[in-house]
């Protein structure tokens, strides 16, 4: 069968690297101080999308970001590892997003490429680790969603089986499609880029890029149409402006505090019965269960 | 980390005159860029690509390869009823390069490869080796295809290159357990079937890398009756046809990521490949020539990783209260490796231009016939990069062990350890002034351009050339060291004795790669001083030492000398 899979991919300031200069006095991320990569679990959530497609050969694999022009940079790096279409949502609007604001936005975006049987996306992403955007945007869509996924067991014309990560273990479950999935770190590593679809696909651009002052690849540009990444404005999504950036996000950052544990003191429990007890029964007393 | 991006040295040599002219040639003025939507439309996208092919693999070495090394190393392939199964760890580098579509480098485009120059086949598997050299081998044996390439007919190419190109792997099975480096000796029979119209290969060939490759070129005896080289033709056997079994797989010193197996064909059926009789005169001449220069890659790789581990080491380590990198004998030997890195690779993409000359030219000459002034271009090109062949191969091995040696001197008691990579290192380089035609044999293969004066016109053709200010003291002190040179050519052959200008080669071999090494490192550092600069003086120095010590040698040297060796 012939799949249509979306992963929502995302931009981010490469934290693993962090310096001094990474964070603005307001409690911002500075994004120019730091690389910018492709979201490492979004990269995750590409894998799964190339192993449908390697089971399901034709089905189509579609990258939607959400950023800046540059994010166009992630479109050609999943270009590279095997999707077959990028999609830029940029906009001003849109700009200044927490993640009510993301997800509607992406939401807009699925609903204007129509057609599509999975959406995969990575559970969170390094630079606001809050897990939310994919739920969000499952919910904005009214779709089933199955988050921490491993791996997928089994595909079927209306469900699929997954494999997802929960505390101490793993779980099985089963859903319908169309479905969104989020992925975690533990699922495969995405596959290299691959040397012939770098050597193609580093000419896709966007139409702001193709505009641009010193863009020699027009002329392969006109001749291969997938040379040729989607930018999509708010105006083309139809989406509402209130509901987008600033203006659509209720999330307010009062600051940003360095929280560094302390063990302070300890006690020693065995593993009596009785010393069980008592610790669940302090543990219940100062509210860190229950 | 990046192998490629994080060491500025690689990218260098993309900014030579001469490779501009490579590429436009290679490409034939990018004339396929119409019918591959993965070929480049102009110099400048083609230079792109193969930066990003070179970034590609820097990153898979660093993030993938080198971390693998050390289990490949201790893991090493088995045997299973005769067929050889890739450590783990090695199966999992070569899924990566499959994926990454970099299996089919230098194949033309029409049977699915990259079509890349020999210079950017070498930049990549100068940071395979870096990273494990033992994969390096089964990953560079894909050159064998250009054999089939060069001299298969246009059913075969269409038949086996696409199937290299998306990953299927290779061997070149010439040697046998009594034919060494002497291959005019190989015995595997090659029998014509008349009725079936096919060849039936029968015999054992021992210390073949990779031996249980997909797709094997093999040396065989078609000629009965003959004994020499002229009875041998190439063969390509293909394991889908069956007839071959792993008997053997050796335990080796290191390179333990390559399998080197003992192969018995039993009636395998195997086609050939180019003309009769041509095998060892021609075509393995032309294939050892190519497996030659990626040993030296190889070499150049592993120098690097010593050399990265050494100073990696030096820089952190404290003793008396300091870096150990502060210290005199420790800095002298640190620059010394660098000093013979830097030459060693110099030498080498000096060779793959040359190389990348001369397949440019035969490209061409399959299209239409050459003028007589192209004739003697081709030829010209293909001369130096012979007469450099055996040079490049020689001293990128010797240097190669040396700077594997002085890592683990500059990490001290913990470089003896396990523990460190650099353990690793001395013992996978020790292969390389071995296989592939020990430094003797290199020795013997070049000797012939010094004494008939090729290696002076050359280097006479280097120091003409125009150098930046500051490495023209530089070009002053070779041209002396050439001169020295010269003398003790002359020397060596006034004896009018065989014997003596054999026994006194490996030192007028060496004199010559000395004065080569530096012209040429010289020239890179006048193109770029920051970079080469402090390594060109170093080596230098280091060279003027050497070839007055030779010439010491020479100038004592009569023919008595050589009773009180062959009586030891």
Redesign the interface.
């Known amino acids: 069968m012939k799949l249509n899979i979306i992963v929502l991919a995302k931009q981010v300031p490469d934290t693993r690297n962090v310096g001094q200069q990474a964070m603005n006095p307001d409690g911002t991320v500075n994004r120019s101080a730091l690389p910018a990569i492709f979201n490492p679990e979004d990269l995750n959530a590409l894998e799964q999308a190339l192993l449908i497609k390697d089971d399901n050969p034709g089905s189509e694999i579609t990258l939607l970001t959400m950023g800046p022009t540059r994010a166009a940079d992630i479109l050609r790096e999943g270009l590279y590892r095997g999707a077959d279409a990028g999609v830029l949502l940029t906009d001003r609007a849109f700009a200044g997003a927490d993640t009510l604001a993301t997800s509607y936005a992406l939401s807009t975006a699925i609903r204007k490429i129509g057609k599509y049987d999975v959406i995969l996306c990575g559970r969170q992403a390094i630079d606001g680790d809050t897990a939310q955007v994919g739920p969000q945007v499952a919910q904005q869509l009214g779709l089933p969603q199955v988050t921490y996924t491993r791996r997928i067991l089994d595909l079927q014309e209306n469900k699929m089986t997954v494999e997802r990560s929960i505390e101490n273990g793993v779980e099985v479950v089963e859903a319908p499609l169309p479905l969104l999935l989020t992925v975690d770190g533990a699922a495969a590593p995405c596959?290299?880029?691959?040397?012939?679809?770098?050597?193609?696909f580093?000419r896709a651009a966007t139409p702001t890029e193709q505009a641009a002052e010193g863009f020699?690849?027009a002329?392969?540009v006109a001749a291969?149409p997938q040379l040729t990444l989607q930018e999509w404005s708010l105006a083309y999504v139809e989406g509402d402006a209130s509901r987008c950036g600033l203006s659509g996000s209720p999330t307010k950052v009062k600051k940003v505090d360095n929280v560094i544990f302390q063990a302070k003191e300890s006690k020693r429990f065995t593993d009596s019965d009785e010393d069980i007890k008592a610790l669940v029964g302090e543990l219940l007393a100062n509210h860190t269960i229950g | 980390m990046n192998y490629y991006t994080d060491n500025p040295v690689l990218r260098h040599y993309l900014n030579h005159p001469l490779f501009r002219r490579i590429v436009e040639m290679r490409e034939r003025n990018f004339a396929e860029?119409e019918k591959y939507?993965?070929?480049?439309?102009?110099f400048?996208?083609a230079v792109?690509?193969y930066e990003?092919?070179l970034t590609?693999v820097g990153?898979?070495c660093a993030e993938v390869v080198a971390p693998n090394a050390a289990t490949v190393d201790t893991t090493g392939p088995t045997l299973k009823e005769g067929r050889v199964e890739y450590a783990p760890a090695s199966e999992e580098n070569m899924q990566?390069f499959r994926?990454?579509?970099?299996m089919g480098i230098s194949i033309p485009r029409q049977y699915g490869g990259?079509n890349f120059p020999t210079t950017i086949f070498t930049m990549l598997e100068d940071l395979v080796a870096r990273a494990d050299a033992g994969f390096g081998n089964l990953w560079g044996l894909q050159e064998c295809a250009e054999t089939i390439n060069s001299f298969g007919t246009e059913e075969q190419r269409e038949r086996y290159l696409p199937r290299i190109a998306s990953g299927e792997t290779m061997s070149m099975d010439l040697t046998e357990p009594d034919a060494g480096s002497d291959l005019q000796s190989v015995r595997l029979k090659a029998t014509y079937n008349e009725a079936e119209g096919r060849w039936y290969l029968n015999g054992v060939k021992r210390f073949i890398t990779n031996g249980d490759a997909d797709i094997h070129l093999v040396l065989a005896r078609s000629e009965e009756g003959s004994s020499d080289g002229r009875g041998l033709s190439l063969f390509i056997y293909d394991k889908r046809n069956g007839g071959v079994h792993t008997r053997r797989i050796e335990d080796k010193m290191g390179i333990h990521g390559s399998p080197t197996c003992e192969l018995v064909y039993n009636n395998a059926p195997a086609e050939l490949c180019g003309s009769r009789k041509m095998g060892l005169i021609k075509y393995v001449m032309a294939l050892m020539n190519s497996a030659r220069i990626g040993i030296a890659t190889q070499s150049v790789g592993l120098s690097e990783a010593a050399y990265s581990e050494a100073v990696g080491y030096a820089d952190n380590r404290k003793q008396f209260g300091r870096e150990i990198k502060n210290f005199a004998p420790v800095y002298e030997m640190l620059g010394e490796m660098k000093a013979r890195l830097d030459a060693s690779r110099s030498l080498l993409y000096a060779t793959a231009r040359n190389v990348d000359m001369t397949s440019c030219f035969e490209i061409l000459a399959r299209e239409r016939s050459l003028t007589p002034e192209e004739r003697q271009e081709a030829k010209a090109f293909s001369r130096v990069a012979d007469a450099l062949t055996p040079i490049v191969k020689g001293m990128g091995s010797e240097i190669c062990n040396r700077n594997a040696y002085d890592s683990i001197q500059v990490h001290g008691g913990s470089g003896y350890m396990k523990d460190y990579t650099c353990e690793r290192l001395y013992r996978d380089a020790r292969i390389t002034s071995i296989y592939e035609g020990t430094t003797q044999l290199q020795v013997v293969a070049a000797i012939r351009y010094a004494t008939n004066g090729f290696y002076s016109t050359l280097l006479d053709e280097y120091l003409a050339e125009e150098v930046s200010p500051a490495m023209a003291p530089v070009r002053e002190r070779i041209v002396k060291m050439a001169e020295i040179y010269r003398t003790a050519v002359a020397r060596a052959q006034s004896f009018g004795c065989q014997e003596t200008n054999d026994f006194l080669s490996r030192r007028i071999y060496e004199m010559a790669s000395y004065c080569i090494m530096s012209a040429l490192l010289m020239l890179d550092a006048s193109a770029n001083e920051e970079l080469f600069a402090s390594s060109a003086r170093r080596f230098t120095a280091m060279s003027e030492a050497i070839v007055a010590a030779h010439a010491t040698f020479i100038e004592n040297y009569t023919p008595e000398v050589l009773n009180d060796y062959r009586s030891c």
């Not at chain 2, 939507?37 to 102009?42: N, S």
Request: no cysteine; net charge positive; charged share 35%.
């Open positions: 596959r290299p880029r691959n040397a012939y679809r770098v050597l193609r580093s020699r690849y002329g392969k291969d | 860029a939507d993965y070929a480049p439309v102009d400048e996208e792109a690509g990003q092919v590609l990153e898979l990566m994926k990454a579509g970099l990259l």
